[in-house]
């Protein structure tokens, strides 16, 4: 499975991105999915997460209420919602599907990585 980010981009803070994650060559449409960022200087976290049929999803405290995931099968495509962002937002934002339908926030479950997109926030 390979996938790609996209829709990153530049954005003032209290704005909106909508990220997509799609996959070549094959489907994920059977794995969770997550959402994951690297800020400069900081360590690769989680923002989201969601199970093979959308029927569960995970968002950390630090983007809940703010971020959304979603995915559409028939597409075979996962979402990223972002609003009310922050510079604290900025980041290269990453999708990885998992090797199991479900949920799990440990990113070792996660063997499928793309390349990432980034989000850049300004003040």
């Known amino acids: 499975v390979q996938l790609q980010a996209s829709g990153g981009g530049l954005v003032q803070a209290g704005g909106s991105l909508r990220l997509s994650c799609t996959a070549s060559?094959?489907?994920?449409?059977?794995?969770?999915v997550g959402w994951f960022r690297r800020a400069p200087g900081k360590e690769r976290e989680i923002v989201a997460a969601?199970?093979?049929?959308?029927?569960?999803?995970y968002t950390p405290d630090s983007v809940k209420g703010r971020f959304t995931i979603s995915r559409d099968r028939a597409k075979g495509a996962v979402y990223l919602q972002m609003n009310h962002l922050k510079p604290e937002d900025t980041a290269v934002y990453y999708c990885?599907?998992?090797?199991?339908?479900?949920?799990?926030?440990?990113?070792?479950?996660?063997?499928?990585w793309g390349k990432g997109t980034l989000v850049t926030v300004s003040s």
């Open positions: 969601i199970s093979w049929n959308g029927g569960s999803t």
């Open positions: 060559k094959r489907t994920f449409s059977n794995n969770a």
């Open positions: 990885a599907a998992g090797r199991s339908s479900y949920i799990t926030t440990d990113t070792q479950h996660y063997p499928y």
